[in-house]
């Protein structure tokens, strides 16, 4: 079933990256969608949270004590929510026939990263089926199962920002004359934003988990205003999104580095794809005592951060492993074969191997594939 590694012949850096940035366009909302706390899909925004702090500064945080609780245990099965969206209207799924990649916003955020992650191995699924190529990540076993001190630190940090949640987002509830309180918000599951843009000469189709910005005053001061609405779906599709994010107030200039190095190139890139401009951060002390929100513009991230990494040599590396990936999987069309795509930052760069027929890494659902089979040669699944 295995092929021997190959070599994919894309470099992470090349001497013109600084000279050009890639045509990207604007990314389009064109849809949300709710995963349930235990991660069922829901074709509705009830998952939808605002910004609103329900307290003032200072407040203090408290990160879980078993941080293996807070993490994302009960992850989506791979691409299956997505693909749920897609197939749900008539409208959605006219959205796949000019789309070339449909894959979570993670991946495109690990693309993003990697010319400057020294540390983070990662594996990519990828498939392609009528003219689509699906991408997700692989798990690396060897990481879920062993708590070294750097994935103990993400754990820390996702726990406290979790916290951080819990006193600033705010839901609709169906008596909207009250807000929820602590308890309710501490698992609501998740709302999801679809978006699609051009990257390059790649047309992307992606979603990622979104806040929504509070910006018709539906709750001011923990007290709801200017609402008559009875549900969340009547509150319509949120039109802007925001991020909320942590930051200690005072560090050192090696802490500083690894802050501008391996956190704020995160946010960069996650800002970046979905098209939010803005970040509410909340600068704590060592303490863990949130003493200020400071709200910092995306775009200008690039800025505070040019000594440390360069958005030219992200995206242009992106627009690259984009095309290198069109190429090599050109003559594929089967749902059941995947291209295993690995990069370890200690090793030669990143290589492939193929897995041709169905296999334990096989993530297009059959569901989804019969649903391409009952409308024949068609070219679109319905």
Not at 151 to 164: E, H, Q, T, V
Request: glycine share 4%; hydrophobic share 35%; proline share 4%.
């Amino acid at each position: 079933m295995y092929s021997n590694y190959k070599l994919l012949e894309v470099k992470l850096r090349m001497p013109n990256d600084e000279d050009t940035f890639p045509v990207v366009k604007e990314p389009i909302n064109v849809g949300v969608y709710s995963v349930s706390p235990e991660g069922v899909f829901e074709n509705c925004n009830k998952r939808m949270r605002f910004f609103q702090p329900l307290v003032t500064c200072p407040f203090a945080l408290g990160a879980n004590e078993n941080l293996l609780q807070d993490e994302d245990v009960a992850n989506r099965s791979y691409l299956d929510t997505l693909l749920l969206f897609l197939t749900s209207t008539q409208e959605r799924r006219q959205m796949i026939r000019n789309t070339e990649f449909v894959c979570s916003r993670d991946v495109l955020v690990l693309l993003l990263c990697t010319p400057y992650d020294r540390k983070k191995k990662w594996s990519i699924a990828v498939s392609k089926y009528r003219n689509t190529i699906y991408m997700c990540l692989v798990p690396d076993e060897d990481v879920v199962e062993q708590l070294d001190n750097r994935r103990i630190r993400i754990l820390y940090k996702n726990s406290l920002l979790k916290k951080l949640q819990q006193h600033c987002l705010v839901s609709r509830v169906e008596d909207l004359n009250r807000i929820e309180d602590y308890e309710q918000r501490t698992e609501n599951g998740q709302l999801y934003g679809v978006f699609k843009t051009t990257f390059g000469d790649s047309h992307l189709l992606f979603d990622a988990p979104v806040i929504a910005e509070n910006t018709n005053n539906y709750a001011l001061n923990g007290k709801l205003k200017n609402c008559s609405l009875t549900n969340t779906d009547s509150i319509g599709q949120p039109t802007t999104f925001v991020d909320l994010r942590l930051r200690q107030d005072t560090m050192s200039g090696p802490e500083w580095v690894a802050h501008y190095t391996n956190e704020m190139i995160l946010w960069w890139a996650e800002c970046f794809l979905t098209g939010i401009k803005t970040i509410h951060v909340a600068q704590h002390d060592k303490d863990l005592i949130v003493k200020r929100f400071h709200d910092l513009v995306a775009r200008d991230f690039h800025l505070e951060c040019k000594k440390h990494w360069s958005s030219y040599a992200c995206a242009n590396f992106m627009s690259r492993f984009l095309m290198d990936i069109k190429k090599l999987m050109a003559p594929v069309d089967s749902p059941n074969a995947v291209y295993m795509v690995e990069y370890d930052p200690k090793g030669e760069g990143i290589t492939y191997r193929v897995e041709a027929e169905r296999n334990e890494h096989t993530f297009i659902p059959d569901w989804y594939t019969k649903k391409f089979k009952l409308n024949g040669s068609s070219s679109m699944p319905f």
